[in-house]
């Protein structure tokens, strides 16, 4: 080969044998021809001939003295040569000037004509999939571009009657011989294959003819491989040989059958739920019904190299289908679903049928292995599912120490239209490869059926396919015409064993048609005519392949007939007992269930929440390790040394800062085997540079030690890792990773709480109503950075509005205090939202999260300056063993001493307590003021702020904020209030004016807000003779 490219350099140089390519102006492609050396630049033989000569020289002495191309390249010479002149090929003949440069020419042209073979079969290497028939209805073009490259030849017919052919098609030709510098008289000329392509299985050389033969099957065919992009040169080999191979694509006829069977199931099924309720929303199948076998047979590929737990995500169509014929959903739960009387036997709103999860697990026939399949309940937002998915997997493969992805997997299906549009999967592809989010490798399965809803691709994706996107990872990618079921098979099979081999993502696009419209009650026709023209003529796959399969003798009709029976009978007993079911129980369509943590009805174990201190050892312990660095000769920053001393002398006066109480949570846990995973935009160090978790030794490049992970002989790994620039994907992800366990705090930190709403739809989709729709409890932790303190609209608020305006708990109604109420109204509510103004307060409300008998979101609004402020502090006494979570921190000062005579109360919570308190301070109001913080926002602690309500009896109500007033807590917080208090006294509002904009750019003004508002709260007559 290097000897072809050295030539070919030579060869191709300007005034090298006087020959050049050069711009072709016909034909409108990049094509370029060859021009004869005569008319071209002339120039003398330079060492590039002699080069040649020399090896001409060598190989006539002896044959195998040079490399078999080139050796087979002489050979050709020799054939070539015109017979008048044998005599002169003897060497010293060869030397004399005539007969060299006759030899020179014809040995360039064998080169030319070489190098232009080698181009042609990379030309379908890489361009290939552009002319291959992807499409079933034979009408569109699946990279939405009917150009042909004018280095491919389209048909074979083309090559040897290019003359007797049509205008066009003799045009194409004209082209590509141009091209190529090669004539028709070329084609029955034998070529040397390189080693890059496997068409010749045994044969080589191959005439031109049959080369291109090869590849017009290889790779135009009902496949199209893109996949020369992969800049790894074993994955392009490998896929080379299994798509090139001669005969490479053979069925047994038992593989034969199951296809067919598989098919039938596939297909009888949507027919038999448009049978029985024909008006129906269920998104079906039809014209892609080739997604189920192929979804068994990379399971079953996948089975044999040994994963036994596939997670998937799907969107609506086929998913009932995908439930009943893969996951093996019982047909009567599903057909059940249909039913409008059916009586909900949980509680929460439910979801629609298309919508459920769900998870099984069963024996794979095919390889009599154990597997377990689930399949992630999704909401209508399309491809939202995707990190989740991915999440999930990660988790599953890191409890069960799966490093390389070997037993868990997932699959990740997608419609065309989503595929192309949503950002989110190009998120979750960037995922893909980073060391702390990589499930080694997902299938990804595009139901290709070219229309999203009434939207025709031309006009919903500018990439010629819609799995352009994919390409960012070097995944491969198999288009495939979905109306050919063995090749789907097999780029299935292919798709499995790429993934098994390199651990790699990898696309197949299902390139097929919707039969119906975009649900069953819609009219295609108004928007696409003609196209569904063309569907209402095409034949059902089934009907195709089990035509061919009898006719081919693999199956005969009757069989056919009755295997279909045999299915029609399965559906019909399962309607009928379905008639039986009355109540519609959510918690059987679980994707992840805990059975150990709940009980067998899926209730918590207990309804009480143990204290969360800790005792003094302990804290000393965590203490002692996170002001130290663990390993020998490890140099780290002076900043970082700087820091570290400051810990140490924090924890000798029994103190801790905000750090230092996210280690005393994460380590306690740690210890207790929880296993603690922090992710997010860099985390490692803290995006305030308060955490510093992992620590970079200054003088070898990569060397780093997280100490929390030497904390405990036996204790629970500690994962903490900078995530890739994206809040949706690896919210999602992180979402996912604690649905794998109760046993583990999953945190993702925001750089700032306001970026959260790039994430809005995991938070409104999953977090908020999770539980709700799917009876699926999720503990996961969302710290959002928060705070009014100057630094403009963005970077000031996590927008805490939005996270209670979406709780649960009921504004007007007082609840009844009855069992532990703090645990009660947890486990009541859709997710905790909290402000904790001290680290001790943090830690506790970290280590409930996980003493809980259940799991709820927790949504923690985290302090910027408070991370340093000497005042906001904790002694190792409020984390002491016996304490727990304040829910409500009460006035511990001067107003406690005369309650009565305290005029005013006021409510609080987060940073703006320190500031409250500096100016109370300043206006010695301590005895008329009393300060109270809600560290607990929602669940509203109604119980706690009655007591402190009661507690005040003479006082005015107010809420302080520092957030603008139609944003921050005040409309959460006042309703509340007043249903403590009855409606009997108003509550007053103290912070900054309704605004459109979080906050103001402008330091000066953001200075004079606070002012204003914090005169107002110590003006003990602002709200005298006001109206509330
Ligand atoms: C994020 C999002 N935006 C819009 C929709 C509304 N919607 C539902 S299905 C659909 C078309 C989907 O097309 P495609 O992805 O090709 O899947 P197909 O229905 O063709 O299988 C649209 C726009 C949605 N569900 N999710
Ligand atoms: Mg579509």
Redesign the pocket.
């Known amino acids: 080969m290097s000897q072809l490219r050295a030539l070919a350099a030579v060869l191709r140089g300007a005034g090298v044998g006087g020959s050049q390519w050069l711009p072709w102006c016909g034909g409108g492609g990049p094509a370029r021809r060859w021009v004869e050396p005569r008319r071209g630049c002339s120039s003398a033989a330079t060492h590039g001939s002699s080069y040649v000569e020399q090896m001409y020289l060598a190989w006539l002495e002896d044959h195998k003295s040079v490399h078999e191309s080139w050796d087979t390249f002489f050979h050709n010479i020799q054939a070539s040569s015109p017979s008048g002149e044998a005599g002169e090929r003897r060497p010293s003949a060869l030397l004399q000037g005539r007969a060299l440069s006759h030899s020179a020419d014809t040995t360039r042209k064998v080169v030319e004509d070489h190098l232009a073979v080698h181009s042609l079969i990379r030309a379908y290497q890489i361009r290939g999939h552009h002319v291959a028939q992807l499409d079933p209805l034979g009408i569109l073009e699946a990279d939405l571009d009917s150009f042909v490259p004018s280095d491919l030849i389209t048909t074979i017919d083309k090559l040897g009657e290019a003359h007797n052919t049509n205008h066009g098609e003799f045009f194409s030709w004209i082209i590509f011989s141009r091209f190529y510098g090669l004539s028709a008289s070329d084609l029955d000329r034998s070529f040397q294959l390189p080693p890059t392509t496997f068409i010749g299985g045994g044969d080589n050389p191959l005439p031109l003819k049959e080369i291109v033969r090869r590849l017009e099957i290889s790779y135009c065919g009902h496949i199209g491989v893109e996949f020369m992009f992969i800049n790894n040169v074993d994955q392009c080999q490998w896929i080379r040989q299994k798509i090139e191979t001669p005969g490479i694509m053979q069925f047994s006829n038992a593989e034969k059958r199951t296809l067919l069977a598989r098919l039938i199931r596939s297909t009888r099924f949507e027919d038999f739920l448009a049978r029985k309720w024909s008006s129906e929303k269920r998104?079906g199948l039809e014209g892609c019904e080739v997604l189920i076998p192929a979804l068994k047979t990379m399971i079953d590929t996948s089975s044999a190299a040994g994963i036994d737990n596939v997670i998937m995500g799907m969107?609506?169509?086929g998913r009932l289908n995908v439930l009943a014929n893969v996951i093996r959903k019982d047909l009567d739960q599903i057909f059940c679903q249909f039913d409008s009387k059916l009586e909900a036997a949980d509680e929460g709103s439910g979801d629609v049928k298309y919508h459920l999860g769900l998870y099984h697990e069963r024996i794979n026939r095919e390889t009599d292995k154990n597997i377990t399949l689930s399949l992630m309940a999704n909401p209508?937002?399309?491809?939202?599912v995707d990190p989740v998915v991915q999440g999930k997997a990660k988790a599953e493969q890191f409890y069960r120490g799966d490093t390389q992805g070997k037993k868990v997997m997932c699959i990740s299906i997608?419609?065309?239209?989503?595929?192309a549009g949503?950002g989110v999967v190009y998120e979750t592809f960037h995922l893909s490869e980073l060391p702390s989010y990589t499930t080694h490798g997902t299938i990804h399965v595009v139901?290709n059926?070219q229309?999203?809803?009434t939207?025709d691709p031309r006009v919903a994706r500018s990439s010629p396919y819609p799995t352009d996107v994919a390409r960012v990872v070097n995944a491969p990618i198999f288009h495939v015409n979905a109306d050919d079921p063995e090749a789907v098979m097999y780029v299935c099979r292919l798709a499995a064993e790429w993934r098994s081999t390199f651990n790699k993502d990898v696309v197949v696009d299902l390139v097929c048609y919707?039969r119906f419209g975009?649900n069953e009650m819609d009219e295609p026709m108004f928007t696409q005519p003609l196209m569904y023209k063309q569907i209402r003529r095409q034949q059902r796959v089934l009907r195709k392949y089990s035509d061919r399969l009898i006719a081919e003798g693999v199956v005969t009709l009757q069989e056919f007939e009755e295997e279909v029976a045999k299915y029609d009978k399965i559906c019909e007993e399962a309607y009928k007992s379905s008639k039986d079911e009355k109540i519609s129980q959510i918690r059987h369509w679980l994707d992840s269930p805990w059975p150990d943590f709940f009980t067998a009805e899926g209730e918590p174990r207990s309804m009480n929440c143990v204290p969360t201190g800790l005792n003094e050892e302990v804290l000393q312990h965590i203490g002692q390790a996170a002001s130290s660095v663990p390993l020998e000769d490890f140099k780290v920053h002076p900043g970082v040394s700087r820091i570290l001393r400051g810990r140490a002398e924090l924890v000798k006066s029994r103190q801790m800062d905000w750090a230092l109480g996210e280690y005393m949570a994460f380590g306690s846990l740690l210890k207790d085997g929880v296993h603690v995973r922090l992710s997010g935009q860099d985390v490692e160090r803290g995006t305030f540079s308060h955490r510093h978790h992992v620590l970079h030794d200054q003088g070898v490049d990569k060397r780093m030690c997280v100490p929390m992970n030497h904390l405990w002989a036996n204790q629970a790994p500690y994962t903490v890792c900078n995530s890739s620039l994206s809040e949706y994907g690896v919210l999602g992800f992180e979402l996912g990773f604690a649905m794998a366990s109760p046993n583990a705090l999953i945190l993702w930190e925001a750089q700032f709480g306001d970026f959260h709403n790039t994430a809005q739809c995991i938070i409104d989709q999953f977090i908020s109503p999770g539980q709700a729709k799917w009876v699926r409890h999720n503990g996961i932790v969302l710290l959002l950075p928060h705070g009014m303190e100057g630094m403009g609209p963005e970077h000031s608020s996590a927008r805490p509005e939005r996270f209670l305006q979406m709780s649960k708990d009921d504004p007007d109604h007082f609840p009844e205090f009855n069992g532990d109420f703090e645990v009660q109204q947890l486990y009541d509510c859709n997710w905790i939202v909290v402000n904790c103004s001290n680290p001790a307060n943090y830690c506790h409300v970290l280590r409930r999260q996980i003493l809980l008998p259940f799991r709820k979101p927790l949504i923690i609004f985290t302090p910027k300056s408070l991370l340093r402020h000497p005042d906001a502090r904790s002694s190792f006494d409020e984390l002491a063993d016996g304490t727990k979570f304040k829910r409500v921190i009460p006035d511990e000062g001067l107003a406690t001493q005369n309650p009565d005579q305290v005029k005013r109360v006021i409510f609080c919570t987060g940073k703006v307590y320190y500031e409250l308190a500096r100016e109370r301070r300043q206006h010695k109001l301590e005895r008329d003021i009393a300060i109270i913080r809600l560290e607990q926002i929602s669940p509203f602690p109604f119980d706690l702020v009655r007591a402190e309500v009661e507690k005040y009896t003479n006082a005015e109500l107010v809420w302080c904020q520092e957030e603008h007033k139609n944003m921050g807590y005040y409309d959460y917080v006042r309703p509340r209030l007043l249903t403590v208090v009855a409606d009997r006294k108003p509550v007053w509002y103290v912070g900054r004016d309704p605004a459109a904009a979080p906050a103001t750019g402008s330091k000066f003004t953001h200075l004079n807000e606070l002012k204003r508002f914090m005169d107002t709260a110590f003006d003990l007559r602002a709200f005298h003779g006001n109206d509330a």
Do not use: M, W
Request: glycine content about 8%; charged content about 15%.
């Open positions: 998104f969107p609506h169509r209508s937002h399309l491809e939202a997608h419609g065309d239209a989503a595929f949503q139901v059926n229309i999203g809803f939207t919707r975009h």
